[in-house]
């Protein structure tokens, strides 16, 4: 686990986010008017009064940090652990000194700010990949169609014009859900199934490696076949409905 000093002080987090979020400039989120001059400071972080509607706001306003109690830099500390080292949102509750039901709240609208889709899972679930070329490009009257990059083998990426597509099955509901992804890895992943009534949401999947942290995560029962060993099937576990819809 990476150390919560990490991400510095509470002002260094206030200027990361004043960065990022008005990297094209200020802008009120009320009106919408970029018609704004500084007007103090709202603890950390700096406060605008915006002339157009003669309201003020400051750099948490209308994010999905605004109103919380819980430091900037500890959401942001929580942010990447979720992303980049797959941390489980119960360790992360207990780094950060906040309750599951607020942690899960916290990411479930950041996933939304980052237009993931909300899948309501109730599981057991099915969840698989595959890799749809873009194929070529510009075909023209007489002419030679474009290569878009499909020379690499094996797993793609969206960078490649193999961009993975998820599907899930929630057997539970019936739900079918096709999603296309820039990535298949953990994040992805754990993005995807995060929203799900269970504590412990079953999943079933494939031996690919990115579904290998859901084993040592709470919120998870991971039971999985190995095409490569040519199992396809044990009992209720497989992904066959996936592929089926896949195809």
């Not at 509901?173 to 953990?186: F, H, L, N």
């Not at 690919?208 to 576990?237: I, N, Q, S, T």
Request: aromatic share 10%; with cysteine; charged share 30%.
């Amino acid at each position: 686990m990476i150390p919560l000093d990490v991400f510095g002080s509470e002002s260094l987090a206030a200027n990361l986010l004043q960065q990022v979020r008005w990297r094209d400039g200020v802008s009120c989120p009320r009106c919408r008017s970029d018609r704004t001059v500084r007007n103090g400071s709202y603890g950390a972080f700096q406060r605008y009064l915006c002339k157009n509607c003669d309201r003020t706001f400051n750099d948490k306003t209308g994010t999905i940090f605004a109103h919380s109690k819980v430091a900037l830099r500890k959401w942001l500390f929580s942010i990447y652990a979720f992303l980049r080292f797959n941390t489980s949102l119960r360790q992360l509750q207990r780094e950060i000194g906040v309750t599951y039901k607020t942690m899960h709240r916290r990411v479930e609208r950041f996933t939304r700010a980052l237009d993931a889709p909300q899948l309501d899972l109730v599981g057991p679930v099915e969840i698989d990949e595959v890799y749809v070329s873009a194929g070529l490009k510009g075909r023209e009257r007489d002419q030679e169609s474009r290569s878009r990059g499909l020379s690499t083998r094996g797993r793609g990426s969206y960078e490649g014009d193999k961009p993975p597509v998820f599907t899930i099955v929630d057997r539970g509901t019936g739900q079918r859900y096709v999603v296309p992804a820039k990535s298949a890895d953990e994040s992805t992943v754990r993005l995807l199934l995060g929203d799900h009534e269970e504590e412990s949401l079953t999943v079933y999947t494939d031996g690919f490696r990115a579904y290998d942290p859901l084993e040592d995560d709470d919120e998870f029962h991971r039971e999985y076949v190995v095409h490569g060993d040519g199992e396809y099937a044990d009992g209720d576990v497989h992904v066959n409905t996936c592929e089926s819809h896949a195809s």
